[in-house]
């Protein structure tokens, strides 16, 4: 059974940094290209950026490429997002996601909460 | 942002009646994926490639569409098909578009 579970959310300050991660089993990892989708309260589905196998490419939506970091270690079976200089309008539940010809597997998401 | 146009916004039917969700794609994608979210949880492949049932879904679920507009279609609503859809675009740019999605409620 493919699970991915995120962890390291929170209540994180406006300007602050985070990084969250995904833990994957039940499939092999290193053949899969991975990313991750956020989800603001009440909105719909935002697609952050993707990674392949060997960390070799990484793409980023356009409009948020400076703000996110996407990174993998594949002996640990964990995909990576570094968020930077967080604002109010991050705030949002982040969803791990396998990616086969689009999303295939999400994870349960993780809620980052931007706030004084 | 990239974002598909889905229409309608909202609906709601009522058991049996039949049910057609719309998405405008962009030309520069190639696969076509629906996803179901059910509130309070993450969402699920429900269609993927234009016209495949993801595991599970029930075959009053259909998906068609070529070019710039795609269909997901429920023969015959039931209760448990209330939920929110999106369609999703693969491998144009950027390599991922989701739909602005589609509330579907039970009338």
């Known amino acids: 059974e493919v699970k991915l579970v995120e962890s390291g959310g929170g209540l994180v300050q406006p300007g602050r940094s985070l990084k969250l991660s995904c833990a994957a089993s039940g499939f092999s990892f290193n053949d899969y290209w991975m990313g991750w989708v956020r989800q603001a309260p009440g909105k719909g589905l935002e697609w952050i950026g993707e990674?392949?196998?060997?960390?070799?490419?990484?793409k980023y939506s356009p409009s948020l490429k400076d703000k996110f970091t996407i990174s993998r270690d594949n002996a640990q079976n964990t995909l990576y997002l570094q968020m930077s200089k967080l604002g109010s309008e991050d705030t949002a539940i982040y969803y791990c996601?396998?990616?086969?010809?689009?999303?295939?597997?999400w994870g349960q998401g993780v809620m980052v909460t931007v706030s004084s | 942002d990239n974002v598909l146009p889905q229409s309608p916004t909202t609906m709601a039917a009522s058991p049996g009646e039949k049910v057609t969700i719309t998405c405008h794609a962009s030309s520069s994608g190639i696969y076509m994926n629906w996803h179901q979210q059910k509130s309070g949880t993450s969402p699920k492949l429900w269609i993927y490639?234009?016209?495949k049932l993801a595991s599970g879904v029930p075959d009053r679920f259909s998906g068609s569409g070529s070019g710039t507009s795609y269909f997901l279609t429920i023969n015959t609503m039931e209760t448990e098909d209330a939920a929110t859809y999106y369609c999703q675009q693969c491998c144009g740019t950027p390599p991922i578009t989701f739909g602005s999605g589609t509330k579907l409620e039970i009338k």
């Open positions: 990674i392949n196998q060997d960390s070799s490419a990484i």
């Open positions: 490639d234009t016209s």
């Open positions: 996601v396998r990616e086969e010809l689009g999303v295939d597997y």
